[in-house]
């Protein structure tokens, strides 16, 4: 039985490390959008639809990750 507790541990704690990473990718994310603020409007227009979509997805992984942990 133990190695069913440890092998849950080792799932919980990766799925906190994936949660982090995509929580700093999102943060990440946010800087990018707002850098692109200072590129000429077509330029910017494509990159904050670019950057909408990444975000997007990340909240869905981070979702994800959410609703499994619980």
């Given at each position: 039985?133990?190695?069913?507790?440890?092998?849950?541990?080792?799932l919980r704690q990766m799925a906190e490390s994936q949660?982090?990473?995509?929580?700093?990718?999102?943060?990440?994310?946010?800087e990018a959008r707002g850098l692109s603020r200072n590129l000429a409007y077509h330029r910017r227009a494509r990159l904050e639809s670019t950057i909408g979509e990444a975000l997007d997805e990340v909240d869905q992984h981070i979702e994800q990750l959410r609703a499994a942990r619980s």
């Open positions: 039985m133990t190695h069913g507790r440890e092998r849950h541990s080792d949660l982090s990473e995509l929580q700093n990718m999102r943060v990440l994310l946010e």
